[in-house]
């Protein structure tokens, strides 16, 4: 009689178990971290606001060995001219204790919207930027950075 196979089922449920906690336990930091992102934007912008996918690009390290100093830049496509222009950027963090890190205000004589400067992270996360174009309408982007050590403990 082979007594190792009702083991190895056991161990493999437990292995499946812990793993199905796991990952429960990340999808609902996502979707903290998703609500934490939507009420930045509405309390910014203005509540019933939402932003589309694009136009918008995040760029972070993607390991950063120290949450103190992130360097983060940020771009916007748009011509900066006169009848098409960025009025507004917002930079938000996904899981930092106080979700608005930066915003940036621009116009057409602004030439290019592009900014650079450097964050701290209170943990590994998503960074969104955010912009309202002079339109209205707001696009965004985001970044991901590992943080090996982390700031912003409250």
């Not at 796991?22 to 509540?47: H, K």
């Not at 760029?59 to 098409?84: C, F, H, K, Q, R």
Request: charge should be positive; charged fraction near 15%.
């Amino acid at each position: 009689m082979n007594r190792n196979l009702p083991r190895r089922r056991f161990l493999q449920a437990a292995v499946a178990l812990q793993a199905s906690g796991l990952l429960s336990s990340a999808a609902a930091d996502a979707d903290t971290g998703r609500r934490q992102v939507e009420q930045a934007i509405a309390d910014f912008f203005g509540a019933g606001r939402s932003a589309q996918n694009g136009r918008v690009t995040v760029s972070v390290p993607a390991i950063s060995e120290n949450g103190y100093s992130v360097p983060l830049s940020l771009a916007v496509d748009s011509p900066m001219t006169a009848d098409d222009y960025v009025r507004r950027v917002l930079v938000v963090s996904q899981s930092n204790p106080l979700p608005i890190v930066a915003s940036f205000e621009l116009g057409p004589k602004a030439g290019l919207a592009q900014m650079s400067t450097r964050i701290r992270l209170a943990d590994s996360q998503r960074i969104y930027g955010i912009a309202e174009m002079h339109d209205g309408t707001l696009w965004s982007g985001y970044g991901h950075s590992i943080v090996t050590l982390a700031a912003c403990v409250i």
